[in-house]
C-alpha cells in the first residue's frame, strides 16, 4: 500500500499530479500550442485564371487534359469550346447521344452555369 507521502513511485510512473511547478505552464502552453494549430482553418488559395497562350484550334481528340482544363476553367460559351475543339463533339445537356464507348476524348458532355457558359463536364 502506498502511504500519503511516499511521492517517488508516483512521480516515475509519470503522473502529473506530483509535477514539479515550473513544467506545468511548459506542458500548458504545448497544449494550446497543439489545439491552437488543429483548430486554425486551412487557408484557401485564391482562384487564378490565366490565359491561354496558344489560341490556336487543336485539330484531334483532345491528349493534354491539364491545358483542356485550363481552358474549361475560363469559362468558356459552347461556341467557344467548338472553335478551340472543332474535332471534339460537344453533347449539351438534354442532348440525346448514342452510348458508344469512346476512350479517345473525342466526346465531351458539358456541365453550364446559369449564363449558359461552360464550367464542366466530362468524356464519355
Not at 504545448?30 to 487564378?48: S, T
Not at 442532348?95 to 466530362?122: M, P, W
Amino acid at each position: 500500500m502506498i502511504g500519503l507521502h511516499d511521492h517517488s513511485s508516483r512521480t516515475q510512473r509519470g503522473s502529473t499530479a506530483m509535477m514539479p511547478n515550473r513544467s506545468r505552464p511548459l506542458v500548458a502552453a504545448c497544449a494550446l500550442v497543439l489545439l491552437w494549430g488543429c483548430a486554425a482553418p486551412p487557408e484557401e488559395a485564391p482562384v487564378r485564371v490565366l490565359p491561354i497562350e496558344d489560341p490556336a484550334p487543336v485539330r484531334k481528340p483532345v491528349a493534354d487534359l491539364g491545358r483542356f482544363s485550363e481552358f474549361i476553367a475560363t469559362r468558356p460559351t459552347p461556341g467557344e469550346l467548338r472553335e478551340r475543339y472543332p474535332d471534339l463533339m460537344v453533347v449539351m445537356p438534354g442532348q440525346i447521344a448514342t452510348k458508344e464507348f469512346r476512350t479517345d476524348n473525342s466526346r465531351y458532355f458539358v456541365a453550364l452555369d446559369e449564363q449558359g457558359r461552360v464550367i464542366g463536364g466530362r468524356f464519355q
